[in-house]
């Protein structure tokens, strides 16, 4: 079965910090996997997404993330917060391809 | 080009009435979507659809039922509504070519009292 657990429901980071948004899966199958995006009032945007090509993926926006299969991971960062990032950020997990799992959220606040 | 779209964007139901979400988009997807998204749990899938005339169970359907008789919509039916699904839902769309995106409508707001 699939899941995602993120560690954080909450990260506030300064104006220019790096920002750091940890994701775990569980998946029996070698997974899809997946950062979405929801600012406040609007639906998710797909941020970036793993589909076992490189381990290393760029999105949009500057993000990026790293897929760790030893420690079923899949991080997500920004090397410095724009306050344009304050958002809520998803991490999901896919065996098929399409049927998502997503975690809990983590909301990122940026202060000036 | 609208994407997709959600009708109504708000509402709110007396415990035991029902009502029908629709969901549209122009985009010729597919696969499409229903997740309903609470505090503190993500977003889960309800029930989804891989085509035309077909609908299967998510994570969470119960309470809730649904229909694709056109492409391009997907209706989700509660039809007697509870407090417990006071929630905002969310429609969305897949193309199936692998390129694994899925395309996220802006949300109903459902209050049930």
């Known amino acids: ?112 | 080009n609208a994407g997709v779209t959600q009708t109504p964007k708000f509402r709110v139901l007396k415990t035991g009435q029902s009502m029908t979400l629709l969901c549209a988009q122009d985009m010729n997807h597919e696969y499409m979507y229903w997740y309903r998204q609470d505090p503190g749990m993500g977003l889960r899938l309800i029930h989804y659809s891989v085509g035309e005339g077909t609908t299967a169970k998510g994570e969470v359907p119960d309470g809730y039922n649904v229909s694709r008789l056109k492409k391009q919509n997907f209706l989700l039916g509660l039809e007697s509504a509870a407090p417990s699904q006071t929630s905002v839902y969310f429609c969305a769309s897949q193309r199936p070519d692998g390129s694994y995106e899925q395309y996220f409508g802006p949300g109903t707001r459902l209050t049930v009292t």
């Open chain 1, 1 to 112: 079965a699939q899941s995602v657990t993120q560690l954080g429901s909450h990260v506030s980071v300064s104006e220019g910090a790096l920002v750091l948004l940890r994701c775990n899966y569980s998946s029996s199958v070698p997974p899809y996997l997946f950062w979405y995006v929801q600012y406040p009032n609007q639906g998710l945007q797909l941020l970036l997404k793993y589909t076992s090509a490189a381990t290393l993926v760029k999105g949009i926006n500057g993000f990026e993330a790293e897929f760790k299969k030893s420690e079923t991971s899949f991080h997500l960062t920004k090397p410095s917060a724009h306050m344009s990032d304050a958002a809520e950020y998803f991490c999901a997990v896919s065996e098929s391809g399409h049927k998502l799992s997503f975690g809990a959220g983590t909301t990122v606040t940026v202060r000036a």
